[in-house]
């Protein structure tokens, strides 16, 4: 992707390095999906769900002392200025509306991080806490994810799109109004997450679509999104279980 280095966001918090303390309770789903991504192309529908399962523990956790590298440090400034570009594009969406766009925050960590929703581990991935409106990524996840096959920069900024997509169900009333649904229809609640997931990705194409507008795209970038959405789909990831 194009981007500018050496941008830092006034929205993110560099939470690297400070101890989490003890882990609470582990959010019920991390909507870590990176699905549809032709939508980049041709403004398509999302065709299946694709995701991590989030995970939670019980024991403690500390973060490392040690000074970041110089790849995590490139990797902060693309995050950063990711953010910008994301809530950007949204920003002069809710205007086109009449509304003002109300900012999110990006906490980046290592290992563990406390926030509203309770104290998570990096195993939980990125996710995002309606609670005080932030998202979180520990960026180890990304050399998880190219591990699983998901390399490149674009594969990225997706994550972090997606995260910022529930941002967008949180400040528009969408995330209460499907909490409310689902005390009321318990039966029904996995359902109304797998649509919340599917809404925030559509969201984040929303913004992958403005990016390659814009050219912000490079050759390669929508193969490695693809890529990217095979190696972590629910199928594939069961299938190595």
């Known amino acids: 992707m194009r981007w500018k280095r050496g941008h830092v966001s006034k929205d993110?918090?560099?939470r690297r390095g400070r101890p989490a303390g003890k882990r609470g309770v582990a959010l019920g789903g991390v909507g870590l999906a990176i699905a549809a991504i032709a939508?980049?192309?041709?403004?398509?529908?999302?065709?299946?769900?694709?995701?991590?399962a989030?995970?939670?523990g019980s024991s403690a956790t500390t973060t490392s002392s040690d000074p970041p590298?110089?790849?995590?440090?490139?990797?902060?400034q693309f995050i950063s200025s990711q953010l910008d570009d994301q809530q950007d594009t949204w920003a002069a969406i809710f205007k086109t509306k009449g509304k003002r766009y109300q900012r999110a925050t990006l906490v980046v960590f290592n290992d563990g991080?406390?926030?509203?929703?309770?104290?998570?581990?990096?195993?939980?991935?990125?996710?995002?806490?309606?609670?005080?409106?932030?998202?979180?990524?520990?960026l180890s996840f990304y050399k998880q994810l190219a591990g699983l096959g998901g390399p490149g920069d674009f594969a990225q900024a997706y994550v972090l799109a997606h995260e910022i997509g529930h941002?967008?169900?949180?400040?528009?009333?969408?995330?209460?109004?499907?909490?409310r649904l689902k005390s009321?229809?318990?039966?029904?609640?996995?359902?109304?997450?797998?649509?919340?997931?599917l809404q925030a990705d559509c969201y984040a194409g929303v913004w992958a679509h403005s990016a390659a507008e814009r050219?912000?795209?490079?050759?390669?970038?929508?193969?490695?999104?693809?890529?990217?959405?095979?190696?972590?789909?629910d199928d594939t990831l069961q299938g190595r279980g």
């Open 12 to 14: 993110v918090e560099d």
């Open 39 to 52: 939508i980049l192309l041709n403004g398509g529908g999302i065709k299946e769900l694709l995701g991590l």
């Open 54 to 56: 989030s995970s939670s």
């Open 69 to 76: 590298s110089a790849e995590q440090d490139e990797l902060f």
């Open 113 to 138: 991080v406390k926030s509203a929703c309770g104290t998570q581990g990096k195993e939980v991935g990125p996710f995002y806490c309606p609670a005080d409106q932030k998202a979180y990524i520990d």
């Open 167 to 179: 941002h967008v169900q949180t400040i528009t009333g969408t995330a209460d109004k499907v909490r």
């Open 184 to 197: 009321r229809n318990r039966a029904g609640a996995n359902a109304l997450s797998v649509r919340s997931e």
């Open 215 to 233: 050219n912000k795209l490079e050759m390669g970038d929508l193969e490695e999104g693809l890529k990217a959405a095979a190696a972590i789909g």
